[in-house]
């Protein structure tokens, strides 16, 4: 069955809450509660405890009914994929996918057939559901290059007509300053004549400007943190600089949901790695007191270094970190926390200045700060933040600065002119009112959406809005129906989600005016009554009456 979590309630209370809670939030008779709490945080947590503000989460349960067609569906897929392959060795049916040569037979397989099942067999029947050429500035409104396929999506050809004007809801542009025009593309275009368009060089050798200096020292002052380090790629900033953190002889600690790049870094630091459930501060705490307990297998030894990898905000989910309790078990078990706020930098917090801010804590709580420029800043690359001592240490060790070209000085300008607007230093008040727009027109679009019957997953503030489809039949459907009302949509299906939790996710902008979410939310609805995709029974499933495996602890009985 598929992840349930709390519909509005905290993720299973470990002895670091209890402590805070000074004894619990309990029931007419005196009992603890089973997970549950209506505004997502015990008012003891609220009130002087951990969290300062409602924290509101909703993961809803998949009616049965659809979990078991969504299982059929791929069933029958899966036998008619058989059969095709059937016709396709007999020559019946004409086969598109690389195959080996016959000269090439007794050789190592290049391909593995199998492996290809699913994307010949599956994948391609939905794939004009991706890969869409846009041909303008990926803003509030973009325009697309209509095409059309003759041999079932294995190729595609150009009709020649644009669809003009697709109301944009996939794109990470979560200020609006992704655009061609304004101050922002001006400021760009002036360093780019000043500057040129690269510097063709690593940060060690000849490509350290003094653009690059003035941005990592506004990044610093942005997160309130002593130093940063900016990177030209934002995947190569997770992977290339958690292997200069960690290595063997330590214990990285991972959220199952964790991005790829993330993934990726831990996996060539040669660290050990255990994942602990999504956003699960029980199976996080069980983690953390184990590995101290019984530190290296079979030595015995003390882990060198416990490193816990969370995200801000997660983009498949919707979901936001339960970043006071993470701290707080960091702070206990003497851990390492780093925090990869691609998605939320710019988009949480009164400020704009991400899950820190949104939470009103302490950014030297945090012991590496990871962020990305590609989404709310509109340009591309990445940074990190912390103490002096580790940023030089980074400098110095990290592949990404000894080995990439460094960022570009037309991107890096963009960086800076939309991170002053953020901060208040152009003169006005733009970039507040950005951030104010992107929290009221988030909390609208998932109130909206709530309302009319469908499932939607994650936090009520978070901008990254996922939308259940599971069946595979209406993933392709819901992406080409949208795309006829001139709506724009990223649909996501397995292997980016689990198999019966596909969907369609949206991101909202502050560039979205009033007028465009209705109209989308109208399309949406329609859609969505065509489709039969309102499910929503408003049934929450608190996170404890999930069944428990080793990374849990077991029930506090009531």
Not at 96 to 107: I, L, P, S, V
Not at 128 to 155: A, H, I, K, Q
Not at 532 to 539: A, P, W
Request: glycine share 10%; proline share 4%; aromatic share 10%.
């Amino acid at each position: 069955m598929p992840r349930y979590r709390a519909g509005e309630a905290p993720g299973g209370h470990s002895s670091v809450h209890r402590i805070a809670m000074n004894g619990g939030c309990r029931n007419e008779n005196g009992g603890l509660k089973n997970g549950y709490v209506r505004n997502g945080v015990c008012p003891e947590l609220l009130h002087g405890g951990l969290y300062k503000r409602p924290f509101h989460e909703a993961f809803e349960e998949t009616p049965m009914l659809v979990a078991v067609l969504t299982y059929m569906g791929y069933g029958i897929l899966t036998l008619f994929g058989y059969l095709r392959d059937f016709l396709r060795a007999w020559k019946i049916e004409k086969c598109h996918n690389a195959t080996e040569r016959e000269e090439q037979k007794d050789f190592v397989p290049l391909y593995q057939d199998f492996e290809n099942f699913y994307t010949r067999n599956l994948y391609m029947r939905i794939r004009d559901n991706w890969n869409r050429p846009v041909s303008s500035v990926p803003g509030e409104r973009v325009d697309v290059l209509e095409r059309f396929t003759d041999d079932y999506n294995w190729t595609f050809k150009f009709t020649g007509r644009v669809i003009k004007g697709v109301i944009n809801m996939g794109s990470y542009n979560y200020l609006g300053f992704a655009k061609n025009s304004g101050f922002c593309a001006d400021a760009s275009a002036g360093v780019l004549q000043q500057y040129g368009g690269g510097v063709c060089s690593t940060r060690q050798e000849m490509g350290n400007l003094d653009k690059h200096e003035e941005l990592e020292c506004l990044v610093a002052r942005f997160l309130g943190v002593e130093a940063a380090m900016t990177y030209g790629m934002g995947f190569a900033t997770n992977s290339m600089n958690i292997p200069a953190l960690a290595g063997k002889g330590c214990l990285i600690l991972s959220d199952e949901l964790n991005h790829a790049s993330l993934v990726l870094g831990a996996r060539l630091s040669g660290a050990t790695i255990r994942i602990f459930k999504h956003n699960n501060m029980q199976s996080l705490e069980k983690l953390l007191r184990d590995a101290i307990v019984q530190g290296q297998p079979r030595t015995h030894r003390p882990w060198k270094k416990i490193l816990i990898l969370v995200e801000g905000i997660y983009s498949m989910e919707g979901s936001i970190v339960r970043l006071p309790e993470v701290i707080a078990l960091k702070k206990k078990y003497k851990a390492y926390l780093y925090l990869d706020e691609a998605h939320s930098i710019g988009a949480l917090g009164p400020n704009g200045r991400g899950v820190v801010d949104y939470f009103g804590l302490d950014p030297r709580d945090v012991d590496i700060m990871m962020g990305t420029f590609t989404k709310s800043f509109g340009g591309a690359g990445g940074y990190i933040g912390g103490t002096e001592i580790l940023i030089d240490y980074l400098r110095k060790h990290s592949h990404s600065t000894a080995y990439a070209t460094s960022m570009s000085p037309p991107v890096t300008e963009q960086i800076i002119t939309s991170m002053k607007c953020i901060m208040g230093e152009d003169g006005t008040s733009f970039g507040r009112e950005r951030v104010e727009q992107l929290a009221e027109n988030t909390r609208y679009f998932r109130r909206r959406l709530t309302e009319m019957g469908f499932i939607i997953y994650g936090n009520s503030d978070s901008p990254v809005v996922p939308l259940m489809l599971y069946m595979p039949a209406k993933i392709g459907a819901f992406g080409r129906e949208m795309l006829k009302r001139n709506i724009g949509v990223v649909v996501v299906g397995f292997p980016a989600t689990p198999i019966i939790e596909s969907r369609a996710r949206f991101c909202v902008s502050a560039a979205h005016s009033r007028e465009m979410l209705d109209e989308a939310l109208n399309k949406i609805s329609e859609v969505g009554d065509l489709l039969q995709l309102k499910y929503s029974r408003h049934h929450f499933v608190p996170l404890l009456d999930r069944p428990f495996d080793e990374t849990t602890y077991e029930e506090t009985e009531d």
